[in-house]
């Protein structure tokens, strides 16, 4: 070992790398972000604590969103090595058109409170994603407004079934007239979950300045001050209502819908029709023998029934019980690129998130959102190739196995 030395400042020099000075804000948030974990962290610190809690959070106890997570966490791999995976693709068939991946942006309600660039923002960036982006009843932009905003994206609206079923027939129409290509009939929220941080945050639509309220956006008047200062929300399917998300829920959701409500919205859509919250393959088998084209398997999130199913441990049974007559597709607790993979080798042939992509939002706007479809596009294609496997036909049953299943 030789003899210690003060290093010269030529050596040292090259070493000393300051971080750039970024004065944009949105900038310095999405910095050092690296997964869609850092993206909700960056959007809890700049959302008010009822904003995020209403993404973030789940019915009751929460424990279906951490048996998501569970699951995919349970997933273990089994690679093919020497491979050529040079050029990876990623692409597939989504209701027969090309996407570049294998995913589906989710429809969300309220998605303006996150952020006032809302909808328009998504679907931009799923456009340049090359996937397809839904636009949910509850949704905070119109109909006719995000086929503007959003020019060339695969737009699909997504259908509550309302008791007025006149205003649903308006909605139907509305969107075959803005040509949008697939209506999504969602079915797992007959009345509204409880969800009990909406609850004991006091969350209204749209936010209201209580004391508490007050207290939280006093450290985070960037958010507050970005709602204050734009348009006020623009519903996609009412022009205003002051209220919480229950109330809103119950005065809306039809609690005595049937299959038959299912067959009426196939005779009534042209185009291809999707029905979301399917749990039980029995469902899956009614719902295709009514005339959906595709199902989800999808237990809303977690955030309508306590301890719901799983979607990736029920995706099995809904794949034998569909056949080929259908599209399968995966909702729920996806949270990075390896999920979407693995949903994929088990069966879906693409997965839809929401959480994901609303982290980027609050984060920062249309960047945030960017930065988390950049980010599931990159571990897609890294999980493949170290899978070897070079596109999603490759990506088959025995390449995955869930530790600790029967």
């Not at 809103?248 to 049937?258: C, I, K, V, W």
């Not at 080798?345 to 992509?357: E, I, N």
């Not at 890294?382 to 496997?389: D, V």
Request: charged share 25%; with cysteine.
């Amino acid at each position: 070992m030789g003899e210690r030395r003060v290093p010269r400042w030529n050596e040292l020099a090259p070493l000393l790398r300051p971080r750039p000075l970024r004065l944009d804000p949105v900038e310095r948030r999405l910095a050092g972000v690296a997964s869609i974990p850092d993206l909700r962290r960056a959007a809890r610190r700049r959302a008010p604590r009822a904003v995020f809690d209403y993404t973030d959070g789940a019915a009751g106890t929460e424990a279906a969103l951490a048996r998501m997570r569970d699951c995919f966490g349970r997933v273990e791999w089994r690679p093919s090595v020497l491979r050529d995976v040079s050029g990876v693709d990623p692409s597939t068939s989504i209701l027969g058109r090309s996407a570049s991946l294998p995913l589906v942006f989710a429809p969300t309600g309220f998605t303006r409170m996150m952020h006032t660039e809302g909808e328009p923002a998504v679907g931009r960036v799923a456009g340049r994603a090359g996937i397809p982006y839904a636009l949910s009843t509850m949704g905070t932009t119109s109909v006719e407004r995000l086929v503007s905003e959003a020019p060339g994206t695969r737009l699909w609206f997504q259908l509550y079934l309302w008791r007025d079923r006149g205003a649903g027939r308006d909605f139907v129409q509305r969107a075959r007239e803005a040509g949008y290509e697939a209506l999504v009939l969602t079915v797992d929220s007959p009345v509204p979950g409880t969800r009990l941080r909406d609850v004991r945050n006091g969350l209204t639509i749209p936010p209201s300045l209580t004391l508490r309220t007050f207290l939280d956006g006093a450290t985070r008047p960037g958010w507050w001050w970005d709602l204050l200062t734009t348009e006020p929300l623009e519903f996609a399917s009412l022009r205003r209502f002051d209220g919480t998300v229950a109330e809103l829920a119950r005065r809306m959701f039809d609690p005595g819908a049937t299959l038959a409500d299912v067959e009426w919205l196939r005779s009534a859509w042209p185009g291809p029709l999707v029905v979301k919250g399917i749990q039980r393959a029995a469902d899956a088998a009614e719902v295709v023998d009514a005339g959906a084209d595709a199902v989800v398997v999808s237990n809303h999130g977690g955030r309508q029934l306590d301890r719901a199913p799983v979607p990736l441990e029920q995706l099995p049974s809904v794949l034998d019980a569909v056949g080929d007559r259908a599209e399968v597709y995966l909702d729920g607790g996806i949270l990075c690129g390896d999920d979407v993979v693995a949903a994929v080798a088990l069966g879906a042939r693409a997965c839809m998130v929401g959480r994901a992509y609303l982290y980027g939002l609050m984060a920062g706007g249309e960047r945030g959102v960017q930065k988390a479809a950049d980010i599931l596009s990159a571990e897609i294609r890294t999980t493949m190739a170290l899978l070897g496997a070079r596109s999603v036909a490759e990506l088959t049953p025995d390449r995955v196995v869930l530790r600790g299943s029967v």
